[in-house]
Every structure is written in structure tokens, then in C-alpha cells.
């Protein structure tokens, strides 16, 4: 579980404790949900969680554009969780894209290598052949 910043409001958009770089980015896309610290350890937090649409996507672009990747998202909305990129999402239920498949090892997998060996044989044949 990440630690969350202390000053961040309850809610899904949320800045992770200790991994702000103050770099101002997501305090430019979305100023009126961010808030700053000043003085020693300067940090950008969430102090307001976004209430319409146009603030959903605000709050999204500055996860986004975060270039230290401390700003998450730890809510279950299936609508946010697609349009944000898999590290930046907490929820443990995200839909995942499906496993790879190892060809090898499907049917169909093992067809096409066959298929192409036979064809490796047969072109090394005709090569001799014509010899």
C-alpha cells in the first residue's frame, strides 16, 4: 500500500507521500485541485478532489503529466481506471490486458512452426536440387 501525502484530501486522486519532485507540472493542469507546501520539503498534494467532468479530466492529465509519477489514483471508477496507464492506478481489480500467449505452446502455435520448417526443408531441396 503507498503512503499517501498527509495534506491530501480523502479521495481517489491522491499524491504519494515523499515523491513529489516539485517540478509544477501537475499544479499547471490542474490548479484549482492541487495544492503546494512551501518551506523545507516542498510537495504538491490534492487539496480538493474533482467534482465534474471537466475536473475528472484535469485531475487525470496531471497524474499524466507528473514526470515523477507520485500522483495516483486508488478508486474503483471502471471509466477513470481505462483512461489512466496501469501504474498509475491502484485499485487491485483493474481489468489487465490478457496474459501474452506463448505461440509454442498453442495448437495453432505449433502449426504454423511445423508449416514453416516443411518449407525451410523443402526450399533447402529445391536448392540442392538445382545443383
Not at 484530501?9 to 484549482?32: K, L, M, R, T
Not at 496501469?86 to 485499485?91: A, I
Request: proline fraction near 8%.
Amino acid at each position: 500500500m503507498r503512503k499517501r501525502h498527509q495534506l491530501n484530501v480523502v479521495g481517489a486522486f491522491y499524491v504519494e507521500d515523499g515523491g513529489c519532485i516539485a517540478c509544477g507540472a501537475p499544479e499547471a493542469e490542474a490548479p484549482e485541485l492541487m495544492g503546494w507546501t512551501d518551506g523545507p520539503g516542498d510537495h504538491c498534494y490534492f487539496k480538493r478532489q474533482p467534482a465534474t467532468a471537466e475536473e475528472v479530466d484535469r485531475a487525470i492529465r496531471a497524474l499524466e503529466v507528473s514526470c515523477c509519477r507520485a500522483l495516483r489514483y486508488g478508486g474503483d471508477d471502471p471509466a477513470i481506471i481505462a483512461r489512466l496507464e496501469p501504474e498509475l492506478v491502484d485499485h487491485a481489480s483493474r481489468e489487465e490486458t490478457p496474459p501474452a500467449v506463448d505461440p509454442v505452446r498453442t495448437p495453432s502455435g505449433r502449426w504454423m512452426i511445423a508449416a514453416l520448417l516443411l518449407l525451410i526443408v523443402l526450399a533447402a531441396a529445391l536448392v540442392l536440387e538445382s545443383r
